[in-house]
């Protein structure tokens, strides 16, 4: 069962990737997961590009999308929606075709009380318009400083929500594989 995280804020102190190296550390065998690390070496989404010489990160992106049983996405709030990272990248997955079908799972940390809910909101759009099938079950972390620290999630209730949410992926997963009928264990 191999999930790939995605996570959508650059900042070295982030609390999103935070979120993202707990829910690693919260994944056990057989499960794992695995965090792409190159989401800011992406070229800005350019479709002569894509046509005429696809560069090999985005083609690294896709195969790494096409090889993941599920997705956890886990994005900062900028301006009511999310990062400008996170949307290039999607917008690259949106012609590889990768993401159809693929269970995904999506988190938030704010330092406010709304918790990144708009941010998760235009995520779930933007990846339904993809056909991506993405999980009613979310993560909302709100006041966020009061619960990550030192780069994990030290929030007992919120560790818990983060491994229920893993738990759902998962299932998610299993579902789609045996229903397109290669699920194999
Ligand atoms: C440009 C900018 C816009 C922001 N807009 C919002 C917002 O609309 N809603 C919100 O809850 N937080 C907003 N914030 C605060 C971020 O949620 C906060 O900086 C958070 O820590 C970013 O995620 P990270 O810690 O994973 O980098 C904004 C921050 C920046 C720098």
């Known amino acids: 069962?191999?999930?790939?995280?995605?996570?959508?804020s650059l900042r070295s102190g982030s609390?999103?990737?935070?979120?993202?190296?707990?829910?690693?550390?919260?994944t056990l065998?057989?499960?794992?997961?695995?965090?792409?690390?190159?989401?800011?070496?992406?070229?800005?989404?350019?479709a002569d590009v894509e046509q005429n010489a696809l560069p090999g990160i985005v083609a690294g992106?896709?195969?790494a999308v096409g090889a993941a049983d599920g997705l956890l996405i886990v994005t900062p709030e900028y301006a009511h929606g999310t990062s400008g990272v996170l949307k290039n990248a999607l917008e690259w997955l949106v012609g590889g075709g990768e993401i159809?079908?693929?269970?995904?799972?999506?988190?938030?940390?704010?330092?406010?009380?709304?918790?990144?809910?708009?941010?998760?909101?235009?995520?779930?759009?933007?990846?339904?318009?993809?056909?991506?099938?993405?999980?009613?079950?979310d993560l909302r972390i709100p006041q966020a400083t009061l619960k990550i620290a030192d780069g994990r999630v030290t929030d007992a209730?919120?560790?818990?929500a983060l491994s229920g949410l893993l738990d759902d992926?998962?299932?998610?997963?299993?579902e789609a594989r045996e229903n397109d009928g290669t699920y194999a264990s």
């Not at 065998?29 to 350019?46: A, C, Q, S």
């Not at 209730?157 to 818990?160: G, Q």
């Open 61 to 63: 992106l896709r195969a």
């Open 29 to 46: 065998p057989p499960r794992e997961l695995t965090v792409d690390p190159g989401l800011d070496r992406l070229p800005f989404f350019n």
């Open 100 to 137: 159809a079908d693929k269970p995904v799972a999506l988190a938030s940390a704010s330092p406010a009380v709304t918790g990144g809910d708009r941010a998760r909101a235009w995520l779930a759009e933007t990846l339904a318009v993809m056909g991506a099938r993405v999980l009613p079950q």
């Open 15 to 26: 609390l999103n990737a935070a979120v993202l190296r707990s829910a690693a550390e919260l």
């Open 157 to 160: 209730p919120t560790r818990e």
């Open 1 to 8: 069962m191999k999930i790939l995280g995605l996570c959508g």
């Open 169 to 174: 992926l998962a299932r998610a997963a299993a």
